[in-house]
């Protein structure tokens, strides 16, 4: 009985250090993630290509939350379809804020952040690895995104990868509709 009690003990304690390392520790990428989760909801405003690429054009954004509120979903649709032409999802990998962009170019670049001002609102990411990228050799290779009030944002999109030729996408967002609570 006492051999019983014990290994329950033993098993509580391993039971609760595992849920303790799920969730994630007090670190920049928590925060900032934190901060992302209030961006949920609809979002339009305009990007501008530069670089090897340019032209201008509308587009609407739609956040929300997956995964139990573990993963942070972007999907950006061109004003004219309400079919996402390209989708993010941020997460939190222990202290570190990750994404991976599912992008047009059907490649799939995953990034880290590398720089996240409290202050600001402001993360950027670099580049980690990629799926698919023999078949698309141009690829997200670095982003930003700046939260400057809970109703507007910008975002930055750095095309290269193993293409020579660079582009940067800016997108403006203004917040249209939040979440329905």
């Given amino acids: 009985m006492l051999r019983a009690a014990g290994f329950a003990g033993i098993l509580c304690l391993i ?3 595992a849920a303790a390392d799920t969730q994630a520790p007090d670190s920049a990428g928590a925060r900032m993630f934190d901060r992302m989760r209030g961006l949920v909801g ?15 054009g509308k587009l609407r954004v739609n956040y929300h939350l997956t995964g139990n509120g573990s993963a942070l979903v972007e999907d950006l649709l061109m004003t004219e379809s309400d079919v996402p032409t390209m989708t993010t999802v941020y997460h939190l990998d222990g202290a570190d804020l990750r994404m991976t962009h599912y ?9 880290k952040a590398t720089m996240i001002d409290d202050t ?53 967002l203004q917040r249209v509709k939040p979440a329905a609570t």
Avoid at 42 to 56: D, K, V
Avoid at 147 to 160: A, M, R, S, W, Y
């Fill in 15 to 17: 039971c609760s250090a």
């Fill in 42 to 56: 609809t979002w339009e405003g305009t990007l501008e290509w530069s670089g090897a690429r340019t032209g201008t």
């Fill in 120 to 172: 600001t609102g402001s993360a950027s990411f670099t580049f980690v690895d990629v799926t698919n990228a023999s078949s698309h050799p141009s690829y997200v290779d670095g982003f930003s995104i700046h939260i400057i009030n809970p109703d507007h944002l910008n975002l930055k999109f750095e095309f290269g990868g193993a293409s020579p030729k660079r582009a940067t996408e800016n997108i403006v």
């Fill in 103 to 111: 992008c047009a170019a059907m490649n799939q670049p995953r990034l």
